[in-house]
């Protein structure tokens, strides 16, 4: 039987293989259904992936790419060049006392246990090892690169977690990616450069109120290059109302100080708080862009979610807080879609709180999608951030790319915006590139321009790989790397400093850069590598 089996799942692959150039849906499902297993069922593409990625290395069948993604499943999951792999620290108390934060118990503060994050952490007991190595896993079995990955640690207040706590879920995590234990920090770290699965970005969400210069030389010593900060709202009668236990000002001060260490910075915006109403939540968004301490580079947007056992609750029992229904949050997010700027990546439009929690207004988990199809309908409503301008699996014609700077101005810094864009404005690869107009805080940047982040988008490819009209591993972020020396040196800057994550640090070296601190750091006079 097991060999019957075995050889169906050949035929069916060998069927599909000499139809790779073609391939349908409809194609696909006539060779399962042609080809079905003895017990009558039909293969699911995980078992023919598994069967042939197992043939080609034995030397059976020849690998064929396109025959590898119409077998992957949830293509979008790594569509964006990287495999994202969120992770949830255990439950911890916050210092903060929001009116309409959850507090239950086996979760991290602000999360519900019935959460499919909540759910895959709690199923690992919240072990980062664990957590870690099966998310890898599971993106492996689907069919999915996984040899660049992005961690995202979520689970409330980062900052409020033990220091030895920290340290030892990060550890763990790389020791995970690495497939070996180390010791220390230190040395996972290391071994992450040569890792079969490679850091490339670390990311953490917490508090303004927690943006210390400590807290910043912190962060850089455990491998975090991004921060989500919880600001929620820019009006301080807002957050005072809400009992948020931060101001407006905390808030620029920690973006102003995160952006000259080069953090990508990306900030949860919440409308429909208590005290708002659509047309200040309005106003709201637009000091996201017209205050220049704020410019986020990526934006999360949560609406108030009412949810039972809150003091937000007892409110609305009470008739002084009433949730907006689906048509008025709809049109308020219309407006703040199409207002986004270019250089801005818009994460989400809602969260992901199971339905049966929320207690009265708008529970509809695809909101993002209803918006979409009602600015469909209106040419004049396009977002122009960068999720919606990726290439994603959009195939890219070298020769039409054009080279794009966008530049705005911060309270502390020039940004540049360098991307290349199809001929119809979709986004092949960016790089954002910070010069300073203020001393940093940070000694080692002295002196620098900054790298702050690098991008090249597309499904992701394993490292080395590369596939005829795709943007990954053509050559587009050595491109853009050059662009942004020439651009800093004209400036007049010594020296480009980047953010590096770990398991990126070996491509740096090859182009030209050196370890200095936790930076990767290219000197961009005559006699330099830049």
């Given amino acids: 039987m097991a060999q019957r089996e075995a050889d169906l799942r050949e035929a069916a692959l060998r069927a599909l293989a000499a139809r790779a150039d073609r391939l349908t849906e409809r194609r696909i499902q006539a060779a399962l259904r042609r080809y079905p297993r003895p017990d009558g069922g039909l293969f699911t593409r995980d078992q023919l992936l598994r069967t042939y990625h197992r043939l080609c290395e034995a030397g059976q069948m020849t690998f064929d790419a396109r025959l590898a993604q119409h077998l992957r499943r949830k293509p979008t999951r790594t569509i964006s060049g990287v495999a994202p792999v969120t992770v949830l620290t255990g439950p911890q108390a916050c210092r903060g006392t929001c009116i309409y934060c959850p507090d239950v118990p086996n979760a991290p503060k602000s999360y519900l246990p019935d959460e499919p994050g909540v759910q895959r952490a709690r199923r690992f007991a919240y072990d980062p090892f664990g957590q870690t190595e099966g998310r890898i896993r599971a993106f492996g079995n689907i069919g999915h690169a996984t ?80 921060v989500q900060l919880g600001a929620q709202s820019l ?61 986020p580079d990526e934006l999360k947007i949560y609406p108030c979610s009412l949810l039972p056992d809150t003091e937000l609750y007892g409110l609305w029992q009470a008739g002084d807080y009433q949730p907006y229904d689906e048509d008025t949050l709809t049109e308020l997010l219309i407006r703040c879609k199409v207002r986004i700027p ?24 695809n909101l ?123 400036a007049g800057y010594a020296r480009l400093a980047v953010i590096a994550a770990v398991g990126t640090r070996g491509y740096y070296r090859e182009r030209g850069f050196e370890l200095a601190g936790t930076y990767m750091v290219g000197r961009l006079d005559e006699g330099g590598e830049g």
């Fill in 368 to 490: 993002r999608q209803v918006i979409q199809q009602r600015m469909a309908q209106d040419e004049a409503a396009v977002c122009r951030c960068i999720r919606c301008r990726e290439v994603r699996g959009e195939e890219i014609d070298l020769d039409t790319l054009r080279f794009t700077v966008t530049a705005y101005d911060t309270d502390a810094t020039q940004e540049h915006f360098l991307a290349y864009e199809t001929p119809e404005g979709h986004l092949a690869a960016f790089l954002r590139l910070s010069f300073l107009q203020v001393a940093p805080e940070l000694p080692v940047l002295e002196g620098s321009a900054m790298v702050r982040e690098l991008h090249v988008y597309g499904p992701a490819l394993a490292l080395g790989a590369r596939r005829e009209g795709r943007p990954q591993h053509i050559g587009l972020g050595t491109e853009l790397l050059e662009r942004a020396r020439a651009m800093a040196r004209a």
């Fill in 147 to 226: 040899d660049k990955v992005e961690l995202l640690i979520l689970g409330g207040t980062w900052s409020d977690y033990p220091a030895d706590y920290q340290t030892w879920f990060v550890r763990r995590c790389l020791d995970a990616m690495n497939g070996v234990a180390s010791p220390t920090l230190a040395e996972a770290q290391q071994a992450n450069e040569s890792a079969p699965h490679r850091n490339v970005g670390i990311v953490i969400e917490t508090r303004p109120d927690c943006i210390t210069p400590a807290e910043v030389c912190r962060l850089r010593e455990l491998g975090v290059t991004k």
């Fill in 235 to 295: 009006d301080d009668h807002i957050l005072t109302l809400n009992r948020r236990g931060h101001t407006v000002d905390q808030t620029r001060a920690a973006v102003r100080r995160l952006r000259l260490a080069g953090f990508k910075i990306a900030l949860h915006w919440m409308p429909n708080l208590l005290g708002a109403t659509l047309q200040s939540d309005q106003v709201d968004f637009e000091r996201l862009w017209d205050d220049p301490a704020l410019c």
């Fill in 342 to 365: 270019p250089y801005c990546r818009l994460n989400r439009l809602m969260r992901d709180i199971p339905a049966p929690y929320i207690a009265a207004g708008v529970t509809r988990s």
